[in-house]
């Protein structure tokens, strides 16, 4: 095998490295699988580490996608939850494909600092409860969306604004995870499409992404035994601690 294929399926020829993004892949999609949430706060923490933050934002694409497409495909009810949740889903959708065509134009402390903000607002919101007064209808929901498109285009994370509006509305449980899985996945497709015409996503990237992917899967299936035999709320509290110091990391070096 020739140096050109090598490079084309390897993140990088270092078989360290690449095993240490497997192992990256591989966690996240053990938090994915256990939680429900938390893919790309998990990759994100751990790949900006090693590799630049556009980069690592291009490579979680394919992983993203597919395990939501898992996710949603298993909830019972499919239908009424795209219908209960479409006006959260469009403007979600379109405010992340406008934020994301413009991503090699933004600095990159200001994508460093959008990671880690959005990893301390979501580890917080999930560990403290942090509600805000949400009502029906669908400005609420526009809004919402809104914010995590944008947020989502500027760092590959827009869960924090989709749990808080899940939490603040009492969503019971299994919702929750159709709900969650509808969003995400509604998000997918424009962040693809706008890392395609910014040029961050190539055959070259796909191939990458695929490798994190395999992994993921692998990740995502140990999550879903993980949850029916260990504590939820004690792995739960353990993954949301560390995603505060790692988003608290982030922030401190886009600022310095």
């Known amino acids: 095998m020739n140096g050109m294929t090598l490079t084309a ?13 497997c192992g990256i892949f591989l966690f996240a999609g053990v938090v994915k699988g256990f939680l429900g949430i938390g ?43 795209a219908t209960s949740y479409v006006w959260f889903a469009v403007p979600l959708a379109a405010s992340i494909f406008i934020t994301s065509l413009f991503i090699n134009d933004y600095p990159t402390a200001l994508l460093t600092i959008a990671i880690g903000a959005a990893m301390v607002i979501f580890s917080l ?5 942090m509600t805000v007064p949400i009502g029906p209808g669908p400005v609420w929901q526009g809004a919402f969306g809104v914010v995590a498109g944008v947020l989502g285009g500027l760092s590959s ?11 603040a509305r009492d969503t019971p449980k299994e919702q929750f995870i159709g709900a969650a899985g509808f969003l995400f996945l509604a998000g997918c497709f424009p962040l693809g499409i706008g890392l395609v015409m910014s040029g961050l996503i190539t055959w070259t990237v796909i191939v990458k992404s695929t490798l994190g992917l395999i992994a993921t899967l692998v990740g995502f299936r140990i999550g879903e035994i993980l949850r029916e035999r260990v504590s939820q709320q004690r792995f739960r509290q353990v993954v949301l601690i560390a995603f505060l110091l790692m988003g608290l990391r982030l922030i401190a070096v886009g600022v310095l």
């Not at 994370?157 to 939490?167: E, F, H, R, T």
């Open 157 to 167: 994370i827009w869960s924090p604004p989709v749990a808080m509006y899940l939490i």
């Open 9 to 21: 399926l390897l993140p990088s020829l270092d078989p360290i490295l690449v095993s240490v993004i």
């Open 125 to 129: 919101n999930l560990l403290f409860g």
């Open 39 to 81: 893919l790309p706060a998990a990759a994100m923490g751990l790949l900006t580490l090693i590799i630049p933050p556009t980069e690592a934002i291009s490579l979680l694409w394919l992983p993203i996608l597919f395990t939501n497409i898992f996710q949603f495909g298993r909830a019972p009810d499919r239908r009424s939850i």
